[in-house]
């Protein structure tokens, strides 16, 4: 836990096609984390929106982002478009190296992997895309959040809110965390059990494949191109 009169400076990434609930989610704990700045940081300040079309809008661009204690690493299709983009990828590697933590987030983990930064590091991604991690160097670990030392991964999407809740217990303690929670009434009770590959019933399953094949297919061809690049061979 880190000190509670230690103020943190913590940013996200925001970018065109965000899935907005890896971002939106840990927002909601992430801006109530005591004595805290939260701001989100863009290639540009201006809005984007996101994979389904919600505007947003960034408070400052990357470069005007100071060194951050906390960095959050969203994903959504619009990750894709950032894989080999050297501005975006050399600010991750920047904060990283200087950040008390990192935060990845869904599809986000993708990104970090793209920046060199998953070597050796135990990790978790959206389900479609767990598959992608060797290529990065990862150790991919099937659990909803994985922690490895100053690393939080979160799953697809909703499993946001639970590694954002498990890293503001890291920053500032247990009874932060749980007030955090209890102010959010996060108590999910979801009405199906099918959130994930293994309790989705096997019809519903490979329709949400075949929605994402696409996508998935062009994820594959980028991984193994940022595999070449970084010597990995998975």
């Known amino acids: ?81 950032l894989m080999e983009d050297e501005a975006v990828l050399g600010w991750l590697c920047d904060q990283a190296a200087g950040a008390r933590s990192v935060f990845s987030v869904c599809t986000g983990a993708l990104l970090c992997g793209a920046a060199g930064l998953l070597r050796g590091r135990r990790a978790t991604t959206h389900w479609a895309s767990f598959d992608l991690l060797p290529f990065f160097g990862a150790i991919p670990v099937d659990q909803r959040v994985v922690v490895d030392g100053s690393w939080v991964f979160a799953a697809g999407v909703t499993a946001g809110i639970d590694g954002a809740l498990r890293l503001a217990a890291e920053l500032r303690g247990v009874d932060a965390a749980q007030a955090i929670q209890l102010y959010m009434a996060y108590a999910p009770e979801p009405p199906f059990d099918s959130g994930t590959p293994e309790r989705a019933p096997p019809a519903i399953l490979e329709q949400a494949r075949a929605a994402v094949a696409a996508i998935t297919e062009r994820r594959a061809d980028t991984a193994r191109r940022v595999a070449a690049r970084l010597g990995i061979a998975p």
Not at 34 to 51: I, M, Q, S
């Open 1 to 81: 836990m880190i000190p509670p009169d230690t103020h943190l400076q913590i940013g996200s990434l925001l970018f065109e096609g965000v899935d907005q609930i890896d971002l939106t989610g840990p927002f909601e704990v992430l801006s109530r984390i005591p004595n805290a700045t939260y701001r989100l940081y863009g290639k540009t300040t201006e809005p984007v929106r996101d994979v389904r079309g919600l505007r947003l809008s960034p408070d400052a661009s990357l470069a005007e982002a100071p060194q951050l204690d906390v960095l959050h690493v969203p994903g959504g299709f619009g990750q894709e478009a």
